[in-house]
């Protein structure tokens, strides 16, 4: 019984420690002008503090934007650095809110490389 409370709050205590990794793809859907930019999946719930790693399925080098503000600026709450084909990036939030990835290359969030990540506890 004690082996069995043990192994229960060994795993709780892990789940504090390194919380859930979310993985959003970077994808293109489409082919030469029907060529789409896609987040996969486009909407996350998670909670404060869960990393979410954004991986790159393309050819192209991407540079993702987390802001609290849906309209495309350019800037905002964090920056990824360049994510090369084939490399990903991981970050977490800590507050509660909602929140938006988008590219940061203007004509990549046009063609659809925007997503939206809902923080609650």
Not at 76 to 95: A, C
Request: hydrophobic fraction near 45%; include cysteine; glycine fraction near 10%.
């Amino acid at each position: 019984m004690v082996a069995i409370l043990f192994v229960l709050a060994s795993q709780a205590a892990w789940g504090l420690f390194f919380p859930n990794e979310y993985v959003v793809k970077i994808e293109l859907n489409g082919l030469a002008c029907g060529a789409h930019f896609d987040l996969s999946p486009r909407h996350l719930d998670v909670k404060p503090g869960s990393w979410i790693r954004i991986v790159n399925t393309t050819s192209w080098t991407h540079t993702v934007l987390i802001s609290d503000e849906e309209a495309w600026s350019g800037e905002g709450l964090m920056v990824s650095p360049e994510i090369k084909p084939g490399e990903s990036w991981r970050f977490r939030l800590m507050g509660t809110g909602t929140y938006y990835m988008m590219s940061q290359n203007r004509w990549h969030f046009l063609s659809g490389l925007a997503g939206q990540i809902w923080v609650a506890r």
